[in-house]
């Protein structure tokens, strides 16, 4: 029998049951606007992607563009986004219409409340290193090969 020398826990698994605590938090702080955080991560990449290819928003995002299309059709589906062709036959780009303005007005100050208040509790030198490591843990897992 050998011994397994992997370092544990996984660390997929243990990003991804942090960032599922971490949405839950953040929904229920955006419930009475209407959106939820995914929604709000995306429609600020469409803002912060004026008149750019979807592909560019999704790369933004790090979504494979499947479950950006998806997102996009719900937000589409409310008026809070629209999509449009974009400089060639194969792209599309979408903008954030008056009533989805509207509904990022109404979730900034329950995103704002949640984030202050998490920052604070974990601190803003550690929230600095963590979203640095976080960023070098991203840059890791897309050098390794399967």
Not at 32 to 43: E, F, H, P, R, Y
Not at 99 to 113: D, I, T, Y
Request: net charge positive; proline share 3%.
């Amino acid at each position: 029998m050998t011994t397994n020398t992997t370092a544990r826990p996984c660390a997929c698994t243990s990003v991804r049951r942090t960032a599922r605590v971490l949405a839950r938090t953040f929904d229920s702080a955006l419930a009475d606007s209407g959106l939820n955080i995914t929604q709000l991560a995306v429609m600020r990449g469409v803002l912060r992607h004026p008149h750019e290819p979807l592909s560019r928003v999704a790369e933004d995002l790090a979504m494979d563009r499947t479950s950006l299309y998806r997102a996009l059709g719900a937000l589409e589906k409310q008026r809070w986004i629209t999509l449009s062709d974009g400089a060639d036959s194969r792209s599309r780009t979408a903008s954030v219409t008056k009533r989805g303005e509207a509904v990022l007005a109404k979730a900034e100050p329950g995103w704002a409340r949640t984030q202050r208040a998490l920052i604070d509790r974990f601190g803003a030198a550690q929230w600095q290193a963590l979203v640095a490591e976080l960023r070098r843990l991203a840059d890791c897992a897309s050098a390794v090969e399967p």
